[in-house]
């Protein structure tokens, strides 16, 4: 590590984060990113990585994409971020896409700068439309880190802050389990369900066959709205638009954020179908963003919208999904002992590994081979892998094959040398 970089890291703890600064050191990253573009992050002292962390699917079509680039510069020359009470034509045109892309009636669209004011959005917005309080989430669910969103996720974060429930609004299931969903909806109490299409801190467990669409007839059933998570799901990471129409489930709210702002200006947004969003006309003002629906922001999530929907994407994420999943399978072929699972759909991965933290020192070995992935922070065995969905072929392989050289480092960092090889 350089010097310089060594004083900008004792910087970062003095001014900004040091929990987060020291524990990245302990862990063997000592990432500061400098340059970027495409799926390539460059470290401050020079080292490439390729991407495939894409900060939770934010860079989904890489970093600072040239289209989006030349929108967003097209764009300052007459907008800015606009006024936020008042009617827009960069809101209304995006609102006017989302209504169209959609699954179901959705038509309204609410904005926020960032996921998690989205959910609080949706959440409000829910409550109102249904003249009931509680939630219902997943058990290490993951929503964001605002006022409510933070409350249908891990005690870690609520607890920090003295956010956690204590007035029993906010209920927990397993994931998976259709009959502690039952039993927590049979009450009529619940203003809805909100559900991760597949829950992405957590790991990425997948739903069973039948999960999704069973929790969609019990909210139906006893009354619950169906709010989709599709913040690292949506924009064509699992070969649809949508995750959620991959499992054949209509929402009755959906949340996007980070892909639609393409990483190049925040914005994130609640879809909702007119019969749920009474707030709307009720009392337009109930909810106030002055970021959110920014208009610069809407003009690249336009332009978002139209790249991911070009027919030879759709078949670039099959084809590309299909390419790294033979080139793991080969992989786990040869390190079966450690690299034990794949979950899978689409190019949202998780890679299982067989030690309560195996993930961490993968990622490590990832980074030291230049390749950026993380660690699920509810579920350290697992690493989030999660490729772009514009990668060339020849990124796949060059990904693949410092896939293999980092995961047989670290199994013999965590399991000994022995036979590491079994071909």
Same mark, same amino acid.
């Given at each position: ?5 060594? $004083? ?8 900004? /984060? ?16 400098? #340059? ?16 495939? @962390? ?8 890489? @970093? #600072? @994409? ?43 669209? &609410? ?17 109102? !439309? ?12 993951? @929503? ?34 259709? /009959? ?11 203003? !809805?369900? %909100? ?27 006893? *009354? ?12 064509? #990471? ?13 929402? *009755? ?10 990483? &190049? ?58 390419? %790294? ?11 079966? $002992? ?40 509810? *579920? ?17 392989? *060059? ?25």
């Amino acid at each position: 590590m350089s010097q310089e970089k060594q $004083d900008f890291l004792e910087r970062s703890k003095t001014f900004w /984060n040091p929990g987060k600064t020291q524990a990245w050191q302990d862990m063997g990253v000592d990432l500061v990113i400098d #340059r970027r573009e495409g799926y390539y992050l460059h470290d401050m002292d020079g080292q490439r990585l390729i991407d495939v @962390h894409l900060n939770g699917g934010t860079y989904n079509i890489g @970093h #600072r @994409h040239p289209e989006l680039v030349e929108v967003l510069n097209q764009a300052t020359r007459k907008f800015d971020m606009g006024n936020h009470h008042f009617p827009s034509l960069a809101r209304t045109a995006l609102a006017e896409a989302l209504a169209a892309c959609t699954p179901g009636d959705l038509q309204y669209t &609410m904005y926020g700068s960032g996921g998690g004011e989205a959910i609080d959005i949706a959440i409000k917005t829910a409550r109102n !439309a249904m003249k009931k309080r509680k939630i219902v989430s997943i058990v290490k669910a993951y @929503h964001g880190h605002t006022g409510l969103a933070v409350k249908t996720g891990d005690e870690r974060f609520s607890k920090l802050f003295l956010s956690e429930d204590t007035a029993g609004e906010f209920v927990q299931v397993p994931f998976n389990d259709l /009959n502690a969903m039952e039993d927590a909806l049979k009450g009529r109490d619940v203003a !809805a369900v %909100i559900m991760e299409t597949i829950p992405a801190t957590y790991g990425f467990p997948m739903p069973k066959e039948g999960y999704l669409p069973g929790v969609k007839k019990l909210c139906e059933r006893y *009354d619950a709205l169906y709010i989709a998570d599709e913040v690292q799901t949506g924009l064509m #990471r699992c070969g649809a638009l949508w995750a959620i129409t991959r499992y054949g489930v209509e929402p *009755d709210l959906l949340v996007t954020g980070k892909g639609i702002s393409g990483g &190049m200006y925040p914005i994130a947004c609640v879809v909702v179908s007119k019969e749920r969003a009474g707030w709307l006309s009720q009392d337009g003002f109930g909810h106030m963003s002055t970021m959110g629906g920014a208009e610069l922001g809407c003009i690249v999530a336009l332009k978002v919208l139209e790249i991911v929907q070009r027919p030879e994407v759709i078949s670039m994420v099959r084809y590309i999904s299909n390419f %790294i999943r033979a080139g793991l399978d080969q992989i786990m072929a040869i390190y079966p $002992d450690f690299f034990t699972g794949i979950r899978q759909h689409g190019v949202v991965m998780g890679l299982e590994f067989n030690h309560p933290e195996g993930a961490k020192p993968v990622m490590k070995y990832l980074y030291r081979n230049g390749v950026w992935a993380i660690f699920s922070t509810l *579920d350290p065995r697992v690493l989030q892998f999660k490729p772009g969905v514009l990668m060339t072929q020849a990124l796949c392989e *060059d990904l693949l094959r410092r896939v293999e050289a980092a995961i047989g480092e670290a199994r013999t960092e965590v399991m000994g040398a022995g036979s590491r090889r079994t071909r």
